[in-house]
């Protein structure tokens, strides 16, 4: 829907039964359009709010991360603007109780990759050679190619964000399809290595990838015990997402 186009999202506002709010920016989204979206009068049907946070709570956190943010990635979480979040989430949840509507709140830090991956590596691949590769990386304990993954953003994204001959956020999405999930606002950051992870294609400290993050918010609408709840998303070494098994093993770990 158009964002300009005030009567298509009324129309729609007054038939969701859920929302999903999440901006890839390090600032929050502004309290008068969760009010706008929220609108006791026209939300009627809204059953359940899920927005996007981030880890507030401080830890591994200071001047290198900073640092890291000035000079190798703007990007990075530092965690400068939390009381502008604290203010977001607390809008979100009393403009959530306003419609009858349960809250989940997912936390990121500082957000990586997000797209398909690497297009060469699909099942469907005549590259000989490539095929070959990946097994013989399997058999070495490698894990073999990484899974393409089409249901996440386009290559295109690798193209906005290239600054050299490979892009890092390929890279991280080839390597860290894995996810972590812990209750409440108890993600650590990056601490002292802060300037080395910045643009890390690995599994660090302090990083959410934005694939595992956008899973996370749309599969928490089908979960009761993430009614009113906050949560972490972390990221774990993978060249496969999560299989459904093992999402419902992460969320069971929330109770």
Not at 43 to 72: D, E, I, P
Not at 216 to 222: H, Q, Y
Request: net charge negative; with cysteine; hydrophobic share 35%.
């Amino acid at each position: 829907v158009d964002a300009a186009d005030s009567d298509a999202i009324e129309g729609k506002v007054g038939t969701m039964s859920a929302l999903l709010i999440a901006v890839d920016d390090t600032t929050a989204l502004d309290s008068s359009v969760i009010q706008y979206l929220l609108d006791p009068e026209r939300a009627t049907q809204c059953r359940r709010v899920v927005g996007m946070s981030r880890n507030l709570n401080g830890g591994s956190m200071g001047f290198l991360v900073k640092a890291s943010k000035a000079t190798a990635n703007s990007g990075v979480w530092d965690n400068s603007n939390a009381d502008e979040f604290r203010r977001y989430e607390q809008t979100l949840k009393d403009a959530s109780a306003k419609v009858g509507a349960s809250w989940t709140i997912c936390r990121a830090g500082t957000l990586k990759g997000g797209a398909c991956g690497d297009v060469s590596s699909t099942d469907g691949s005549d590259n000989e050679e490539e095929q070959d590769l990946g097994q013989q990386e399997e058999e070495e304990g490698g894990g073999g190619r990484s899974e393409y993954c089409p249901q996440y953003l386009s290559s295109k994204f690798y193209e906005l964000t290239k600054k050299d001959i490979v892009t890092w956020n390929l890279l991280f999405d080839c390597n860290v399809r894995g996810v972590k999930l812990s209750k409440g606002d108890v993600m650590p950051g990056p601490g002292g290595r802060a300037v080395f992870t910045a643009t890390s294609p690995e599994e660090c400290d302090g990083d959410t990838s934005r694939a595992g993050l956008a899973e996370a918010m749309v599969r928490s609408l089908e979960v009761e015990h993430c009614n009113n709840v906050d949560f972490g998303v972390a990221t774990k070494e993978g060249r496969v997402p999560p299989s459904e098994e093992e999402w419902k093993m992460l969320f069971e770990e929330l109770v």
